[in-house]
């Protein structure tokens, strides 16, 4: 058991600094201990952050750790308005409903399946490239890391190219911490798009990817509702995270000109890189919602029955107990023990893709604009200001 200290007074996750760097406070929160009792909101309810690797990933496989979330905010007041199709993935589902479910998601993103879609990444991220040319400047988040997979998102769910953008949008503001009006808004127009979408499809004969799901849920016992929200995750965890995860490792290879240079000369080394840069910058810093039911110990910790428990995997994979040296990337460190995608049976399925866009993405950038550069200081950028999620709003390139 490491260390134990006071809980801290106000929450530490709210602090706006942690948007650009969160990484020293998440140290001063493992060194205390790596398992927090922190104050969320101004009402004096309490929730438990864990923050050390090897108890975040205890927590990850933990029965007694609770995704349900209606069944935790039943009866209890709330001034939210979620659309049901956003706020009842199997994301915040457990066994046996859980299971049922990625037994339908998961068949969408195996290797082989990854296999068969990286050519068609590869020709999107060749036309969103096509504009590029030597001395000009873009800004990768917006012209690569957004659009990519997005648009491949979209073809897996049969999107109409026209409605793709708003989509995307609407998807974008569901992790805007600071209005949660615009959050229940966004979360209303997708699931009423995607309800449209599907009530259409199933009307309409067809032979396409949005039918070829609509049999699989059909065939795995998704009813209607359930396949509208599985359309609904896709959309929104298909992208969001790719696009950070894209952006986050650009600038960590920028801002390490070593490890940059390496895979220029060697890109065949990114499929072995990506661990690292993906341990280095989480594009996930806090999972998704659970609650305990009922009382368990972590990391030396008693967690009360009835509590809710954010596991943070932008700390734990800092956690100096599972990576020597956190801060330095490693190109060389066997990473792949990393929790950015979770651990166990919510584990992202939709890793194999991600990984696949990342590295057609990068490895593209690095052979066509091999001295690349930041075309502002890094201490200028700004990034999203959401706590889920860890991304850049816009990352401008200087291509050369």
């Not at 039918?211 to 795995?220: A, I, K, P, T, W």
Request: hydrophobic share 40%; proline share 9%; charged share 25%.
């Amino acid at each position: 058991m490491r260390g134990l200290v006071s809980a801290p007074r106000q929450d530490p996750l709210r602090d706006p600094r942690l948007f650009a760097d969160p990484y020293p406070a998440y140290d001063r929160l493992r060194e205390g201990c790596p398992v927090q009792r922190i104050p969320t909101g101004s009402g004096g309810h309490h929730a438990y952050l864990i923050a050390g690797h090897p108890e975040a990933r205890e927590a990850f496989t933990d029965p007694r750790l609770s995704k349900d979330t209606a069944r935790f905010f039943a009866g209890r007041p709330s001034n939210r308005d979620l659309h049901p199709a956003v706020s009842r993935t199997m994301l915040a589902s457990d066994p046996p409903e859980h299971t049922r479910q990625r037994q339908v998601a998961t068949p969408l993103f195996t290797t082989g399946r990854v296999r068969e879609l990286r050519p068609y990444i590869t020709r999107i991220v060749d036309d969103l490239m096509t504009a590029w040319r030597p001395g000009t400047e873009v800004d990768l988040v917006a012209d690569l890391a957004v659009p990519l997979p997005v648009t491949v998102v979209c073809e897996l769910l049969g999107v109409p190219e026209t409605d793709r953008t708003p989509l995307a949008d609407w998807s974008h503001a569901l992790f805007d911490a600071t209005d949660t009006d615009r959050v229940d808004a966004a979360s209303h127009r997708i699931g009423d798009y995607l309800t449209h979408l599907v009530d259409t499809a199933r009307a309409t004969p067809g032979d396409g990817p949005l039918h070829s799901l609509l049999r699989d849920c059909d065939e795995g016992g998704l009813d209607r509702d359930e396949t509208v929200s599985l359309a609904a995750l896709l959309m929104i965890a298909g992208h969001e995270t790719t696009t950070h995860f894209i952006g986050n490792a650009v600038l960590a290879l920028l801002r390490h000109p070593e490890a940059f240079d390496r895979l220029r000369r060697d890109p065949d080394l990114l499929p072995g890189a990506l661990d690292e840069l993906l341990r280095f910058d989480s594009p996930v810093s806090v999972a998704t919602f659970r609650h305990s039911t009922e009382d368990l110990r972590i990391g030396g910790v008693e967690i009360p029955a009835g509590f809710p428990v954010l596991i943070a995997p932008g700390a734990a994979n800092r956690d100096p107990a599972a990576f020597p040296d956190p801060h330095r990337l490693d190109l060389d460190r066997d990473a792949v023990g990393h929790l950015s995608f979770g651990h166990g049976i919510h584990r992202c399925p939709g890793a194999p893709l991600a990984r696949a866009e990342t590295e057609i993405a990068l490895r593209t950038l690095l052979t066509r604009f091999p001295d690349t550069r930041l075309a502002v200081p890094a201490e200028s950028l700004t990034w999203r200001r959401t706590r889920l999620t860890r991304g850049l709003t816009a990352l401008p390139l200087t291509l050369t």
